[in-house]
């Protein structure tokens, strides 16, 4: 074989050879979500940062491997008379439905990933660290390892406190804070003297959520119960499960 289309062979099969994750979207909920995306430090921005994705609709994003970020759904969302967008939960303050590098807002449900690298694990939780504005479920498709399903698949404005509760313009609850984001105390958000697992335990406002979903991450300290792993895997997240 001729050296020039050796090496072409060589630089084809490792092109195909590396193959990127692909996240599938699927919006159960009977109303319009906007999901964001954000990749974390040094991976690369998907090919949408944000997008609107109605009832029954489906839409798929590929990463590349050691790509890591985290997905959010946006709710009730609109333009104003001068064009800029904005939602009632998981807003990420670009003003467009693009998110461009900005997070969402809390309170939202968040679905984190780290994808391995050259045969190496994934890692993926469903978290209500940051908060919780609507059920939402991680199936791992194919791959091998373990990969379950990580979800909260369940109503948590429902039983979410007084204090802990967003709520629209209609009066109903379209969110529940997380107690770090609704009173800033060392001890909800494990700072300071309570910066560590031993000194941060479960509360009883992190306890509503890990009651309701407990396969989510319920408090920054639930890593034995929240965290996830596969390899080579396919992920759909589901809006509504």
């Known amino acids: 074989m001729a050296k020039s289309v050796f090496v072409a062979f060589v630089f ?60 959010w759904a946006r709710t009730r969302c609109g333009s104003d008379s001068s064009g800029k967008f904005t939602c009632a939960t998981g ?14 807002a809390p309170p939202a449900t968040l679905v984190e990933f780290t994808l391995g690298s050259g045969g190496s694990q994934d890692f993926y939780d469903t978290s209500l660290v940051d908060g919780y504005n609507l059920p939402v479920s991680v199936v791992p498709q194919g791959g091998s390892g373990p990969c379950k399903t990580t979800s909260c698949p369940v109503d948590v404005n429902g039983p979410c406190p007084a204090e802990l509760k967003v709520v629209g313009s209609d009066g109903a609850t379209v969110a529940c804070k997380s107690a770090c984001e609704a009173f800033g105390s060392p001890q909800y958000c494990c700072t300071g003297s309570f910066g ?30 929240g965290t996830f792993t596969c390899t080579g895997a396919n992920y759909l997240i589901t809006f509504c499960p």
């Open 91 to 104: 807003d990420c303050g670009s003003g467009q439905v693009q998110c461009n590098g900005a997070g969402g």
């Open 12 to 71: 084809a099969f490792l092109v195909i050879g590396v193959k990127s994750a692909t996240f599938t979207f699927t919006n159960n909920c009977p109303y319009t979500v906007w999901p964001g995306t954000l990749s974390g430090s040094g991976s690369p921005a998907l090919s949408q940062t944000g997008f609107q994705l109605n009832n029954g609709a489906t839409t798929s994003l590929d990463a590349s491997p050691g790509w890591s970020g985290r997905f």
């Open 196 to 225: 560590t697992p031993q000194t941060c335990p479960p509360t009883d406002y992190s306890r509503i959520f890990s009651n309701a979903c407990p396969l989510a991450y319920s408090y920054a300290y639930d890593d034995l119960r």
